[in-house]
C-alpha cells in the first residue's frame, strides 16, 4: 500500500511498530558496508592468475624487444595499446597506457589544463578568472572531487534517463567559461545509465563558448554487463565528433580496475593525436614510464579482447545475485510504498534509490546507528550537496550475499521509518 | 705528456695521427650508448625473483588485513613503509609510498605546490610573480626539466666537493622568490659527489627568505655503493633540521628503480607529519591508491633492509667492472694530456668528465659521427646550457663490458682530437 493514502493514524501505528522492530535491529551490532563501489573477495580471487602471468622464468622483452624492466616507452608498450584498441574500439596510435588509476590520469589530465592549458587554450586555464566545469549529478563523486580539488567551479546538470538533460548541457556550454564536462557514458556511477546515442551525438556535436572545452569521457564501466541478454551500447563519441569536427573534445579514459585489480591494474587515457603532442612532453617531464611489466602482465594474461569479454562474464556471475538481492528487496519492502523509486542497471557497479525528497539525510543516519553505512548522502551531487536530499547510491559488490540481504533488509526498514517521520509530521 | 707542453707543429701531427685513427673507427660503423643510466640487463636479471614472490597462491594481505588488490591505502601498506623506514633510516609515520617512480612523485610535488601551495605557503606558487629554484650543477637533468616545465627560473649553484657551494647558497636563499634546492645528496648525478656533514648541516640550518622554502632530497643512490671498503656516509639531514627547527624544510625521495627494476619499482617520499597532513588531501584527490600488490611483491622478497644491502652488493659486482673500464680508459689515454679531469665515484651511476672548457661540444658531435651516443652535453646544467663546455656525463651501466670499452676508446679519442683542435688553432 501507498504510504502517503494511510490515515495519520494509520501511518503512526505503522511507524511505532517499525521502530520496534528497528531497535531490534540496532541491538545486533551490525558492521555492514554498501558504501563503495568496490570488487568482492570472490571477484578478485577469480583474477589471481593473473599473477602467474609473470614470473622470473618470463621474457621481459615487448614485442618491439624493449625491456619492459627497465626505463622509457613513457607511453606504454604497443600489445597494451593493441589490446586495450581492440577492447575499447580506440585506435592504437591515441592510446596512453599510464599506471593503475584512470583516476590518477584524469586528475593529472586537468591539473595539466590548470598548470599549462589544453591544446587550443589561450593561456592556462589556471591564469583565466574561473573555470566551471558541467557535472551531471547524480554523478561520481571523485570527479566532482578533482574539480573541485583544483579551484574549479562545479556546476550541476541534471541527469535523465537518456544521460545528462543536453537542453541545458546546450545552454551551460555557450559560456566561455565552462570548459568542461564530467561524463560516466555507460552504466554511470551512481544511476547505471547509459547514454543514448542522441546524447553522446549532441555532446559530441555541440557548439561551445570556449574553443578548448573538453569532455571527460570515464568509461569506467565500458564492458561491465551484468546481463548477457541485456547488454547496453555506447555510441561512439569519437566517429560523433569527427563528423563535426570535434575529435580534440574529447578525453577518454578506463581501466581494467574492476577487471583485474582495482588496486593494481591497468589505465588508460585516449586523444586524438594532437591532443596526445601537445601532452607528452609535459608527462615526459613527469615521469620516465609507467609499469611495464604490470602492462606486460595483463597482456600475457589476457591476450585479447574477446579473453576480457569472457573474463567479464564470469565477474558477472557474482555480481548478478548481489544486484537480485539489491533489487527484489527493494520491491518487495519498498515496491507499492511510494517512499522511493531507484535504477535497474544492466550493468556497472550501482543501484541509485531516491527516496522521498528531504529523507536520504535520515535515512543515511538511521542506517549508521544500526551498524549499515551508506555512501555520504550528498556525496553524488556537486559539493557534497543533493538539492532534493534524496539520492542514496548502494554498492552493493563488495559484501557477502548474506551480509547484503541482512544491509538491505536494514537500508529499506530505515527508508521506510524516515518516509514516515515526515509524514506523521505534515 | 701534457699537450700544451707539445710545440704547434707536434701538436698538428698529433691530431692528424689522431683524425686518421678516428676514420678507421668511423668507418666501423659502431653503435654504443653511454647516455643513459639505466642498469644493464644482467643486473635486471638477477632480480627476476621478485616476479615469483607473489603469484595466484599467495595470500594478497597486508600484515593489516588490507585486501592490496582492492581500492583503497592511498599512502600505501605498512610492511611497505617499515622496509623503506629501515632501509633509508627514516621515521615510518613520515612516509608515504607510491607508484613505480620517484621522478613522478617529485614533478606531482612541485605541481601541487605550484598549484596550491606548501605547508606555510601564503599562496600557491603559481601565484607568485616569480618562483626561482636552485640547481646545483652539474646536476640531474631531469630535475631541472621538472622546474623549468612548471614555469620556475632555474638559479644555477656551483658544485664542489663536498657539494652544492654553500656561500653561494646561503647567499642566494635571502631573496624569498627561492622556494627551494633540488639535492641528489649521496653519490650525485653525474659528479657522483656526496655531500659532507657540513654541507647537509647548512642546508638543514640555513635562513630562508621563503617561509615555504623547501629542499628537493632525492636520495636516489642512497644504498648504490660500488665498493664494500670505500662507502661514502651521507648526514641525517632530518636529524639536522630537527636541530634547527626546520623538519618540514625536507622533501625526501627515494626508489628501488636501481634495486629491482626501473621500470617496475615502487618509490617513496618521506616529510615531516605536518608536510603529509597538508598534501594527503591533494593525493586523496588524485588517487584512490598506488599499486598495493607491487609494494607487498617487493616486500615479500626483499624481506628486510638486510637483505636489500646485500643485494646491491650483487648489484655493485655488475657495476664495478663497468667503472673500472671507464676509469681505466680515461687514466690511461687522456692521464697526462692535460685534456681533462674526472671524478672518481664510490658508488651511484655515472662518471663526471670535464674536458677543456669549450670542447665538450666537440667531442660530442665526433662521438656522434662515430656511432657513440653520449648524454646531450650541457644537459647537466639548467636550460641545458653548460657555461663552460666542458661537462660530459658518463653512464657505463648500460652497455656490455666490451661494448663499454670500444665506446671509452671512442669517446678518449675524441676528447683528444676536440682538445688538439683548439691548441692547433690558439
Not at 607511453?75 to 592504437?92: H, N, S, T, V, Y
Request: glycine content about 8%; overall charge negative; some cysteine.
Amino acid at each position: 500500500m501507498n504510504y502517503s493514502s494511510l490515515s495519520k493514524s494509520e501511518q503512526k501505528d505503522l511507524l511505532t511498530s517499525l521502530q520496534k522492530e528497528y531497535e531490534t535491529i540496532k541491538a545486533c551490532g551490525l558492521a555492514l558496508d554498501l558504501s563503495r563501489g568496490k570488487p568482492g573477495a570472490d571477484q578478485l580471487d577469480a583474477c589471481m592468475d593473473l599473477l602467474n602471468a609473470l614470473d622470473a622464468n618470463s621474457d621481459p622483452h615487448a614485442e618491439n624487444g624493449f625491456d619492459c624492466r627497465n626505463y622509457g616507452l613513457v607511453d606504454g608498450i604497443p600489445e597494451a595499446k593493441k589490446l586495450f584498441a581492440d577492447l575499447f574500439g580506440l585506435r592504437e596510435d591515441e592510446i596512453f597506457v599510464g599506471g593503475n588509476a584512470s583516476l590518477n590520469l584524469m586528475f593529472d589530465t586537468l591539473a595539466r589544463a590548470m598548470l599549462f592549458g589544453v591544446l587550443g587554450s589561450e593561456r592556462p586555464w589556471g591564469k583565466e578568472p574561473v573555470v566551471k566545469f558541467l557535472c551531471p549529478a547524480p554523478g561520481y563523486d571523485r570527479h566532482f572531487r578533482v574539480s573541485q580539488t583544483l579551484g574549479m567551479e562545479l556546476v550541476t546538470v541534471p541527469m535523465t534517463p537518456q544521460g545528462p538533460d543536453m537542453d541545458v548541457v546546450e545552454e551551460l556550454v555557450k559560456d566561455p567559461a565552462v570548459k568542461g564536462i564530467w561524463c560516466c557514458p555507460k552504466y554511470s556511477n551512481p544511476d547505471g545509465i547509459t547514454y543514448s546515442d542522441e546524447t553522446v551525438k549532441r555532446l559530441a556535436e555541440m557548439k561551445t563558448g570556449a574553443k578548448d572545452f573538453r569532455i571527460m569521457w570515464d568509461n569506467a564501466y565500458a564492458v561491465h554487463d551484468l546481463y548477457p541478454d541485456k547488454k547496453d551500447q555506447l555510441a561512439d563519441i569519437f566517429a560523433l565528433a569527427d563528423a563535426a569536427g570535434n575529435r580534440d573534445r574529447i578525453f577518454y579514459f578506463a581501466s581494467t580496475s574492476k577487471i583485474s585489480f582495482p588496486g593494481a591494474g591497468v589505465a588508460i587515457f585516449a586523444a586524438s593525436k594532437a591532443n596526445l603532442a601537445q601532452i607528452l612532453p609535459y608527462i615526459s617531464a613527469q615521469t620516465i614510464g609507467y609499469d611495464k611489466l604490470n602492462m606486460l602482465r595483463h597482456v600475457r594474461y589476457y591476450k585479447t579482447a574477446e579473453n576480457i569479454l569472457k573474463h567479464m562474464e564470469l565477474l558477472a556471475t557474482y555480481l548478478r545475485p548481489k544486484f537480485e538481492i539489491v533489487l527484489s528487496t527493494l520491491d518487495r519492502e519498498l515496491g507499492n510504498t511510494g517512499c522511493a523509486h531507484w535504477t535497474k542497471p544492466n550493468g556497472g557497479y550501482f543501484v541509485s534509490l531516491f527516496v522521498k525528497e528531504g529523507c536520504a539525510k535520515r535515512t543515511y543516519e538511521l542506517c549508521k546507528a544500526a551498524g549499515v553505512k551508506l555512501t555520504d548522502v550528498g556525496a553524488t551531487y556537486p559539493y557534497g550537496k543533493d538539492p532534493h536530499d534524496s539520492n542514496i547510491r548502494i554498492a552493493p559488490s563488495y559484501p557477502s550475499r548474506e551480509d547484503l540481504q541482512k544491509a538491505m533488509n536494514v537500508l529499506t526498514l530505515c527508508v521506510r521509518i524516515a518516509v514516515l517521520e515526515t509524514m506523521v509530521k505534515e
